[in-house]
């Protein structure tokens, strides 16, 4: 997913860690296996295939994070079912970020936010680039400690709030110490420092973000019950936009700024060569959000979720304006379908659930 922010890192030292020599394993080494939850436990005996293909998914969401930093992937992202976790290892001289799809979808819809997932994996991938993987010392306090503050910095600087880069890490962590996780007090406030650190460093306009111009992808089904639709943030437009149309703050030309069309609709998020490209927020006229996510060339691409005005939500993977990919369709009767999507239609293979959680005969 595009991301137009550069982040201040030691870069020696970056470099080191993802692109220097494998170090050499010795019987005295102790293997380096990160659990987000804790615990020194591995995949390796439940995922013993390491030459399983990863999914495009979790590497785009691994690039994502490595983009702002400046650097390329260089380690193997693998999914591995059941292990109801997310690792950062080394297994057989190779790096690893092994995680469960439905650990990752799971948090994800327990927080309401994509953040949360997006978060474990900037904090996994936070143990190769600080050498955590590599040392042979095992897991440690202070490497969690490192790691949070790392995901803290980088999602800053993709866009999250201070309560967004710390969702996932309120959920998921533990309340005492262990012998290889610090409390979840000091996670928090590891994640705090990396985020503020980045803030002094690169202060934003969170305000700040252009309208896009494609057709909204149509609704899979029609339903005008909102009693139970899915929350979201309403933003009311401000005094300036009701006045005026067109780039009412920021650049709209290359780089962050609102814009305002005819229609009263709004865009602010990320520009390039005059079109929303990165990431950005759709509003209705009426203030509440339309679309948050991802636009590439002027289309919602990549990763977002789109709000319906009948109530229903549909947040997942887009290509060139519509549904492409995994995603989870809400409707505002309470009930959802988790399928794959194409050209803004489900394939075959979805799962619906009632309202109540059940799945549906």
Known sequence: MPVKTALSLPTILVSMALFGPLMAQTPAQETFICKYTGGNSGPQVICANTNAPSTGHAERVVDRILKPIGLVRNFKVMECANTDNCFATVVKGQRFIIYDAAFMQGIEEETETDWSAISIMAHEIGHHLQGHTI????????KEIEADKF?????????????????????????HATSTHPAKPARIEAIRKGWLEAEAMYPKNRTAVKTPTAMAPKPIATNTNTTAAPSRPVVAPTSTARATVGCVSGDCQDGTGTFVYPTRERYAGEFEEGDKHGEGVEYYADGKVKYKGNFRDNLRSDYGVYFFLNGDKYAGWFQKNVPNGKGTYYFADGGRLVATFKNGQPIAGGVFYNADGTKAE
């Open 135 to 142: 040392d042979g010392r095992g897991g440690q306090p202070l």
């Open 151 to 175: 995901s803290g910095f980088v999602l800053h600087q993709l866009g999250a709030s201070l309560d967004e880069a710390t969702v996932a890490v309120r959920a998921l962590g533990d309340e």
